[in-house]
């Protein structure tokens, strides 16, 4: 099984969709690689969020994962559908574990030093710190991850292009999740080239970071 920190180390931004329509998701796929981002986080938040998933696996071009995973049966319908990997708004001992059953990597969600610990002691080596901006950003993913050097972190949460330089500066930083490229208002639009111009940005901005 590949490692959530083996599958993200190319990957230093994770898009984090919300699609209404199944129809999108070719449009979107394009989009997303065009931009150099060929990698996306879908939500189950919708009723097409399995539907969608399942059309951009089929691509092949774009590595894709289920967000919003709250339970093992989700785990199922999500890696059926074709999930790589599998992201949890907060930690769950029955995500996790059926995660491990399916060799799926899971990144589970975590807001505290307690949850830190409950998921370092359940193997995983890699958690979703969520919601970062409310959490204190940058300086409060530092304070957080301080006592245990060898975690690795993917920030997500109300994080936009300006705050990609400040989370990637921090060392235990994976990765970083946003919407902003994806955002709702752009996928209801169909504004698939705004898509793709807000994810080379966002490319090059951690270019530049990671350089």
Request: glycine share 10%.
């Amino acid at each position: 099984m590949s490692t959530t920190a083996e599958i993200l180390r190319d990957r230093p931004i994770i898009p984090v969709v919300v699609i209404e329509s199944v129809d999108d998701s070719p449009r979107l796929a394009e989009a997303l690689c065009e931009g150099g981002l060929p990698c996306a986080e879908v939500t189950l938040r919708t009723p097409a969020a399995l539907d969608a998933l399942r059309a951009l696996a089929a691509e092949r071009s774009v590595l894709v994962g289920a967000g919003s995973v709250r339970t093992a049966e989700q785990v199922d319908r999500a890696v059926e559908a074709g999930a790589r990997f599998v992201v949890s708004p907060g930690f769950s001992d029955a995500v996790v574990a059926r995660c491990r059953e399916l060799d799926v990597p899971a990144l589970p969600g975590v807001a505290t030093a307690t949850e830190i610990m409950r998921a370092l002691d359940a193997g995983v080596e890699v958690v979703k710190v969520f919601p970062a901006g409310s959490l204190g950003g940058p300086d409060g993913i530092r304070g957080l991850v301080a006592p245990f050097p060898t975690l690795q972190v993917v920030p997500t949460g109300g994080i936009g292009p300006k705050d990609l330089p400040g989370y990637l500066a921090v060392p235990s930083v994976l990765a970083v999740g946003g919407s902003w490229m994806v955002a709702s208002s752009l996928m209801k639009a169909r504004r698939f080239d705004e898509i793709s111009r807000l994810s080379r940005e966002a490319v090059a901005i951690a270019a530049r970071c990671r350089s």
